[in-house]
C-alpha cells in the first residue's frame, strides 16, 4: 500500500517574512528532518504514556506539540536489526541484519542515502551499531559498537577520539554542533541524533546519582511470574532476580573487593568504573559506597534481594533517562531560538522497548508488548496534535521520510508512509496487522527465535528452532499476557483466522530464513 506520490510538502505560503527572517520566495524549503532515538526507552518511562515512574516534560512536549503514536511496534526487538530495519522500511530477512552478530550492508539502500541525493544534508551522530561504517552521511560521528556512558570514543567520519564527559550530553553537544557550525544551511537536513542511553547498565551522569532516592517503586503485577503455559519464557536469561549482576549492572565494586558474581560480567563492571577521571570517580564514590556499605550490611537474598535489585535498577535506569529528557531539551530550546522548530518535523523514539520489571525481567527480544511497543513521538509543523492508534512499525519511518521529502517510495520498501496519519487523515485501508520476527538464538539472554503477528486485539507468536511452540493472547483481557490461549476451544476460530493472517503477512513480505 505504499503510496507512490511525488507530493512535496510545502509550507503555507507567508505573504511576509516570516518568524525567522524566511521571504515568501524560500518558503517551498523542504522539511527538515530530525530524528531523536534513544536505545532501551521504553514507552512506560515516559510520562506522555505512562505517569507511574518519571516526568519527562522536553520528550513530553514533542507529543503535546505534535502527535503520539499509542501503537507504534518494531520489526525485531534488538537495536542493529531495528536500525537497519528503519534505514531501509525493510524487515530483517530483506535488509539481511537479523541479528547483532551482523554486519550491515552498507551499499544497499536506505531513505538517509535517497534524501542525500534529493539535496537534503545527511548526518548521524551517536549510537549506530551496524558494525559497518555508517554510509549516506555528509556526517557522521558516532559510538564504536554500543559505547561508552563515561569519557566515550566516538568514530568522527572515520578517525577514533575520545572525548571526556557523559556520552548524552557529548552526544548533544555534537548534534547542536553540526547544527549550527557543520551543515550547509542552504540546504535541508536530516539529522539522527541517537542516543546511547539508557542502554544497559544504566550508570547515571554524576549531576543525577540519587536524584529519585526517596522514591520506593512500585513492583509490577507479574514480576513474580512462574511462566506457566510458556515454555521460552520460562528459560530466558534475563531476570532480574537471577542475571542481572551485582556489579556490572547494579555497580556495587566494592573496594574491599569481597562481593564476588558469578555471571562473568564482575570485572566488566569495575573496568566501566576505571574509565572514569578521578573527579568523576569521587562523585560517584560518594554516591554508591553508602550503598554498598548498607548493602553488605543487610545480606539481603531471595525475594528480598530480587526487590532490593529491582528498586536499583529502576533508580539508575531512570536517572539515565532524566539526563536523556533534560538533553532533549537543550535540542528544543535550540531549535526554537534559531527558528528552526517551524520546519523541522522532530521524532522521537527508541530502538525497542524494555522490560521495567515486568515478568520479572529487564532486556526486550520478546514480542510481548513490553518489548514489542516502542515509543514514537512526533511534532510535525501543521501536522496533527493528539493521539494517533493505527498500527505503525518501525519500517514505516523510511518511506514516511521520503513521501515527506518529496522523494518517490521505492518499490521494495516494505513499509508503509504515516504521513496521511500525521496530517490527521484517515486513510480507508489502513493495515490491520502486524509481522514480527526474532532470530537472535543462541544468544545472551537466551530469548528462542520466534514471529508472529499481532491484530489491534489479538497475538499469535511461534517459537521454533530447537522448540515448536504456538502462543495466543487476547490482550483485551489478558493486557500482561500470562494467559496462553493457544488451542483454547473459545478461541478456535481466531485461532484460525490468526494462522491465516500469519502466512497471509509472510507471502507479502516474501519471508524466508536468511
Ligand atoms: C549487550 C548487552 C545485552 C543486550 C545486548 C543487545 N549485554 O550485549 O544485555 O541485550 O547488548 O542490546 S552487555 O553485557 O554488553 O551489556 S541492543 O539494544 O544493543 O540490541
Ligand atoms: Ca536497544
Redesign the pocket.
Known amino acids: 500500500m505504499n503510496m507512490k506520490t511525488q507530493w512535496v510538502y510545502l509550507l503555507p505560503l507567508l505573504p511576509f517574512a516570516s518568524a525567522y527572517g524566511q521571504t515568501a520566495g524560500e518558503t517551498d524549503k523542504k522539511m527538515n528532518i530530525l530524528y531523536i532515538m534513544s536505545?532501551?526507552h521504553s514507552y512506560q518511562t515516559i510520562s506522555a504514556y505512562d505517569q507511574r515512574y518519571i516526568q519527562t516534560p522536553n520528550i513530553d512536549r514533542i507529543g503535546k506539540e505534535g502527535a503520539i503514536f499509542t501503537n507504534s511496534f518494531v520489526a525485531n526487538s534488538?537495536?542493529?536489526?531495528?536500525r537497519a530495519c528503519m534505514l531501509t522500511g525493510k524487515h530483517s530477512h530483506k535488509n539481511g541484519f537479523i541479528d547483532?552478530r551482523h554486519t550491515f550492508d552498507g551499499d544497499q539502500q536506505t531513505y538517509p542515502k535517497l534524501l542525500k541525493a534529493a539535496g537534503y544534508q545527511t548526518a548521524v551522530i551517536g549510537?549506530w551499531?551496524l558494525t559497518s561504517d555508517p554510509t549516506g552521511f555528509d556526517y557522521w560521528n558516532v559510538l564504536p559498537g554500543?559505547g561508552d556512558y563515561y569519557n566515550p570514543f566516538f568514530i568522527d567520519n572515520g578517525e577514533r577520539k575520545q572525548i571526556e564527559g557523559y556520552v548524552t550530553n557529548i552526544t548533544t553537544d555534537l548534534a547542536l554542533k553540526w547544527l549550527e557550525n557543520g551543515r550547509n544551511q542552504e540546504q535541508p537536513f536530516c539529522l539522527l541524533l541517537h542516543h546511547k542511553a539508557p542502554?544497559?547498565?544504566w550508570m547515571p551522569d554524576t549531576c543525577d546519582l540519587g536524584i529519585f532516592d526517596a522514591i520506593t517503586y512500585p513492583l509490577p503485577g507479574n514480576f513474580y511470574d512462574t511462566y506457566e503455559g510458556r515454555p521460552a519464557a520460562a528459560q530466558q536469561e534475563?531476570s532480574i532476580m537471577n542475571d542481572m549482576d551485582l556489579i556490572?549492572?547494579l555497580k556495587m565494586a566494592d573496594k574491599e573487593n569481597e562481593i564476588h558474581t558469578s555471571t562473568g560480567?564482575e570485572s566488566?563492571g569495575r573496568s566501566l568504573y576505571n574509565r572514569m577521571t578521578p573527579a568523576q570517580k569521587e562523585k560517584w564514590d560518594s554516591y554508591y559506597n553508602p550503598i554498598i556499605r548498607d548493602f553488605k550490611e543487610r545480606n539481603l537474598s531471595g525475594k528480598e534481594l530480587a526487590e532490593w535489585k529491582y528498586q536499583r535498577y529502576m533508580h539508575d535506569y531512570l536517572s539515565v533517562i532524566h539526563s536523556v529528557d533534560r538533553n532533549i531539551g537543550r535540542v528544543l530550546d535550540y531549535l526554537e531560538e534559531s527558528g528552526l522548530l517551524e520546519n523541522t518535523i522532530i521524532v522521537y523514539t527508541s530502538?525497542?522497548g524494555f522490560y521495567m520489571g515486568e515478568h520479572g525481567w529487564?532486556?526486550?527480544?520478546f514480542m510481548y508488548e513490553e518489548s514489542f511497543r516502542t515509543p514514537l513521538l512526533i511534532r510535525m509543523p501543521g501536522g496533527k496534535k493528539g493521539e494517533i492508534s493505527e498500527l505503525v512499525q518501525n519500517i514505516d519511518y523510511a518511506p514516511t521520510f521520503l513521501e515527506l521529502a518529496g522523494v518517490s517510495i521505492p518499490e521494495d520498501i516494505q513499509g508503509e508512509s504515516f504521513l496521511p496519519l500525521l496530517k490527521g487523515q484517515k486513510p480507508s485501508a489502513w493495515r490491520s496487522s502486524l509481522y514480527y520476527h526474532f532470530y537472535e538464538y543462541p544468544g545472551?539472554?537466551a530469548v528462542k527465535k520466534h514471529y508472529g503477528v499481532r491484530t489491534d486485539r489479538y497475538k499469535l507468536m511461534h517459537f521454533y528452532d530447537d522448540i515448536d511452540w504456538w502462543e495466543l493472547y487476547d490482550m483485551e483481557k489478558d493486557a500482561s499476557e500470562m494467559n496462553n490461549l493457544y488451542n483454547h476451544p473459545a478461541y478456535k476460530e481466531i485461532q484460525a483466522e490468526l494462522h491465516k493472517e500469519v502466512k497471509r503477512l509472510r507471502i507479502q513480505y516474501n519471508v524466508y530464513e536468511p
Open positions: 536505545d532501551d534488538i537495536s542493529g536489526p531495528s547483532n549510537k551499531h554500543q542502554h544497559r547498565t534475563m556490572y549492572d560480567l566488566f530502538d525497542q529487564f532486556d526486550k527480544r545472551e539472554h
